[in-house]
């Protein structure tokens, strides 16, 4: 019978196009066989811990194709993808041990409150914000974690119990060993059940016509809505998938390793999910997969290979290491990328008030009265006694200090349009330096401070090469694999000699060999006019061409250059700019504490999210942010920090996008206005006057 081929050349094709379409082909195994290597060469061990990899990469792989279809879908990296399925497992758990229900029930139960909660969840919260910039989508998805991860905290309350880290109980009663080790009907379920999800959901998005109109929306939406896709309807479902593959892992991980105790998953997990996504692009599901079963593999090796401490560095230093390898080497993918990067770049500035409202009496008059109030608030609370103690004061100043982050990344994101999740490496890196400098070699802290801020921006200057090819969510993914990898390792004094150990005091020795400040009273102040210097230095640089180039650049980069600005100078300014100001109030703030310590680095996106929320790219915006954030986190107690990050954050978004500053400006210029109505001035007049002066001036208002 005679064989026909649909392209015409298929015939004269040789060997060596066969071998090349293998290797095409293959590809997508490269990842997982490196990180497998890794393992054998570096971090040996038994068969048994290579299967317990396997075991935790197929965990892994849930999670990350529940991030994997958001991405496709929504185009955001979901924070949230782990705890949307945290809350669905506890509910499963209580009905197993409080409610006496049997698993082929309590299972059942979880899965569906999962696909509802996903369903509800984005059709309450995130189809709010769809027609929102996308990086305010991403901190909204950060809240949505933190309020899910407080209700999960409570559910056990309504059997009058306590979430503990518990096991669940296999439906049957199944081991084996494998040399020594012993796998039990949990590690065989998680071997049954997670292949199944994957190959469904594979076979879901390839072969139904619910899975192509999945990838044609995400692929385009508006050409999707033309064609009459349900592109919303349709989210609500990737959602509720996504939330059930969640579930899925949470309820797996929990038979074999407990539900997590307090809520939040932690960042590691989040982090190897992340990675996984990130060397698939995003996009290749067979290397999802495979990358995450590497990674597991690997983790259990170096934990064979490592003590208890040091096992989740190592792994999160690696983990780090490899995303950003991967990134560096990533091809370009075009108008792809195009379209991801600008649907990153999302701040606005704000408008002063116009000169003839300005003018109004009761303006000027309330203008100086407000100045004057906030100036004498924050320079006289050291001596309101009666109000304030000693603590309140020193958490003022962590508060000033924490303003000075929120600066930083408003200039490479707010100006720039560069997105960072790991601001706070800087600052830590900072607090390093400054501190060896002052405790081991007597360095005057100015001195320090300016060392110190020098090492931020050269450490942010090698950060902000990949900034050169990648945005949006790429440099998201690398800036948090930078600030995992340096709180983990590079700033871990297990390895590091020269890095002040946990515990080591560091002393406040006097300024310029003179000024004492050692008391509460004075490193406020000494905080507070670091502070306002780092503002007025923004100010400045606002107001300066750079400030401008960074806000035409973040704009519309490509008429910019065409005006000879060179957006590689440019960018890395804003990288230098924003690690200097980082690290230098990472050092005060380590002298403030008078120790060094190492935040976690998950702590990162909250810095990110706080200053989201007060508003990129001013200083009021920064300041607000960190009262805010920093606020909840001193005075709400237990688990109702959770609720200001994760209550808070969708409230704020939902009503004021522009964050806490923007909503501050938006209701001063509706009172302005209100009282130039009264004084009978309006909008017109602003043109009006405007018009006038471009007429009287020498060239006609044509512009030379």
């Known amino acids: 019978m005679p064989r026909f081929s649909l392209n015409p050349q298929s015939s004269e094709r040789g060997p060596a196009h066969a071998l090349a379409d293998m290797v095409r082909l293959s590809s997508w195994l490269v990842w997982p066989v490196l990180l497998v290597a890794i393992q ?61 229900w049997p698993w082929y029930l309590a299972f059942p139960a979880g899965l569906l409150a999962a696909a509802a909660l996903g369903v509800v969840a984005e059709f309450l919260l995130i189809r709010r914000f ?3 910039p996308r990086l305010v989508v991403t901190v909204a998805t950060f809240g949505v ?43 065989i379920l998680a071997l049954l059940l997670a292949p199944l999800a994957i190959v469904a959901v594979g076979a879901l998005l390839r072969y139904t016509r619910l899975g192509i109109a999945v990838r044609a929306a995400a692929e385009l939406p508006s050409r999707a809505a033309m064609l009459g896709i349900p592109v919303k309807g349709l989210q609500g479902l990737v959602w509720g998938l996504a939330t059930t593959l969640g579930f899925l892992a949470i309820f797996l991980r929990a038979g074999i390793y407990g539900i997590p105790v307090g809520g939040q998953l932690g960042l590691l997990l989040f982090l190897r999910s992340l990675a996984a996504l990130t060397l698939g692009r995003m996009e290749h599901l067979p290397t999802i997969i495979g990358t995450s079963i590497g990674l597991g593999i690997l983790q259990e090796g170096i934990v064979w290979n490592s003590d208890a401490i040091t096992a989740d560095a190592k792994m999160g230093a690696i983990t780090g290491v490899v995303i950003v390898i991967a990134l560096l080497t990533r091809r370009d993918r075009g108008l792809r990328s195009e379209i991801d990067t600008s649907s990153w770049q999302s701040t606005s500035e704000t408008r002063p008030i116009p000169e003839i409202f300005a003018k109004i009496p009761l303006v000027r008059i309330g203008r100086g009265i407000g100045i004057c109030a906030f100036a004498s608030a924050i320079f006289a609370l050291p001596y309101v006694g009666w109000i304030f103690d000693t603590s309140v004061i020193l958490r003022f100043g962590e508060i000033y200090m924490f303003a000075i982050v929120f600066v930083s990344l408003g200039v490479l994101t707010g100006w720039a349009g560069q997105l960072s999740l790991g601001q706070l490496a800087f600052s830590l890196l900072g607090g390093a330096v400054a501190g060896t400098l002052t405790m081991r070699y007597d360095v005057d802290i100015i ?42 390792y590079f700033l871990n004094p297990r390895f590091f000699d020269w890095v002040p150990a946990q515990g080591e005091r560091i002393a406040r020795n006097p300024i310029l060999g003179v000024i004492d400040w050692s008391s509460s009273r004075a490193i406020y102040y000494v905080c507070l006019v670091t502070m306002l210097l780092a503002f007025a230095a923004v100010r400045g640089i606002r107001n300066s061409r750079t400030g401008r180039v960074l806000i035409a650049l973040r704009d519309n980069e490509t008429a910019t250059e065409a005006y000879g600005v060179s957006p590689l100078r440019a960018k890395l300014t804003a990288f230098a700019i924003a690690g200097f100001l980082a690290a230098a109030a990472g050092a005060v703030y380590t002298h403030h504490q008078q120790a060094f310590f190492v935040w976690d680095p998950g702590f990162s996106i909250g810095i990110f999210a706080g200053a989201v929320i007060g508003g990129l790219g001013t200083a009021g915006g920064a300041f607000l942010g960190a009262l805010y954030f920093n606020g909840s986190f001193f005075w709400l107690k237990g688990n109702w920090f ?56 020498p060239d006609g208002g044509v512009p030379t």
């Open 145 to 187: 974690a933190s309020l899910l991860a407080l209700i999960a905290f409570f559910v056990p309350a309504w059997w009058d119990s306590k979430l503990q880290s518990q096991r669940i109980a296999p439906p049957w009663d199944i081991s084996f060993t494998v040399g020594t080790r012993p796998f039990h009907s949990n590690h």
């Open 40 to 100: 054998l060469l570096f971090f040996p061990a038994p068969a048994a811990s290579m299967l317990s990899g396997v075991i935790l990469g197929l965990i892994t792989a849930l999670v990350a194709l529940g991030m994997y279809l958001v991405f496709r879908a929504n185009r955001v990296i979901n924070f949230a993808a782990g705890e949307m399925g945290l809350l669905p497992a506890v509910l499963s758990l209580m009905l197993l041990v409080e409610s006496g």
């Open 642 to 697: 959770l609720f200001a990050t994760g209550v808070g954050i969708l409230v704020v978004l939902l009503v004021a996008p522009r964050g806490l500053i923007g909503f501050w400006y938006d209701t001063r210029d509706l009172a302005v206005r209100a009282l130039a109505r009264r004084r009978g001035i309006t909008e017109s007049d602003i043109a009006d006057r405007a018009l006038a002066a471009r007429e009287d001036s």
């Open 447 to 488: 001195l320090a401070v300016g060392v110190a801020g020098i090492a931020g921006a050269l450490a942010s200057l090698v950060i902000g090469i990949p900034a050169l090819r990648l945005r949006g969510a790429y440099l998201a993914v690398t800036t948090l694999a930078f600030g995992v990898t340096m709180s983990q």
């Open 130 to 132: 769809f027609d929102s």
